[in-house]
Antibody
Framework: EVQLVESGGDLVQPGGSLILSCAASGFTFSIYWMSWVRRAPGRGLEWVAITSQDESEKHYVDSVKGRFIISRDNAKSSLYLQMNTLRAEDTAVYYC???????????WGHGTLVTVSS | DVVLTQSPLSLPVTLGQPASISCRSS???????????LNWFQQRPGQSPRRLIY???KRDSGVPDRFSGSGSGTDFTLKISRVEAEDVGVYFC?????????FGQGSKVEI
């Protein structure tokens, strides 16, 4: 059974940093693209970042470019999101999401809450 | 960014009756390879999203055949032939061709 378990969400002050982790199991992690997607309170879903299997290709939504870094450790079947210079508008539930074929994703974690507030 | 507009945003349904959700894209979702990367997800209360449909009309394993997807280019539809109680939740479309991939606002199905 595919499982994606996020951790690391917390209350952090504006300008602060946080690292989110996602532990994957139930599939061969190293052969799939992986993503982070977020949902801010009262708003829709937003793609944050995506990485290829070997990290040779990464893409970020404009609002987090230069502040967030997506990375992975295939030996540990883990995905990470380094979040720097956090802003109030980064407050959201962050989901770890597994690629499911071209142009799609198929499995989502339950999410971890990041709150940016003083 | 590609904007996906869903309608209706709230859909009261009757058990056993059909239901339909529209998803319209601001740009064509047909890729150079000829495929169309439009997906549908279901999110039940308290659960993570679950993919129902990919590439417009391909149903995921384990998804009841009362769910079907159709459409082309910029206009797409998710249909439930006969709504069951377990279908309550939020349904959203997602495009996977133009970065950043984007989602519809979500349509809430309630009995």
């Amino acid at each position: 059974e595919v499982q994606l378990v996020e951790s690391g969400g917390d209350l952090v002050q504006p300008g602060g940093s946080l690292i989110l982790s996602c532990a994957a199991s139930g599939f061969t992690f190293s052969i799939y693209w992986m993503s982070w997607v977020r949902r801010a309170p009262g708003r829709g879903l937003e793609w944050v970042a995506i990485t290829s299997q070997d990290e040779s290709e990464k893409h970020y939504v404009d609002s987090v470019k230069g502040r967030f870094i997506i990375s992975r450790d295939n030996a540990k079947s883990s995905l990470y999101l380094q979040m720097n210079t956090l802003r109030a508008e980064d407050t959201a539930v962050y989901y770890c999401v597994k690629a499911g074929g071209i142009g799609s994703v198929d499995y989502w974690g339950h999410g971890t809450l990041v709150t940016v507030s003083s | 960014d590609v904007v996906l507009t869903q309608s209706p945003l709230s859909l009261p349904v009757t058990l056993g009756q059909p239901a339909s959700i529209s998803c319209r894209s601001s740009q064509s979702l047909v890729d150079n390879d000829g495929n169309t990367y439009l997906n549908w997800f279901q999110q039940r209360p308290g659960q993570s999203p679950r993919r129902l449909i990919y590439e417009v009309s391909k149903r995921d394993s384990g998804v009841p055949d009362r769910f079907s997807g159709s459409g082309s280019g910029t206009d797409f539809t998710l249909k439930i032939s006969r709504v069951e109680a377990e279908d309550v939740g939020v349904y959203f479309c997602m495009q996977g061709i133009h970065w950043p991939w984007t989602f519809g606002q979500g349509s809430k199905v309630e009995i």
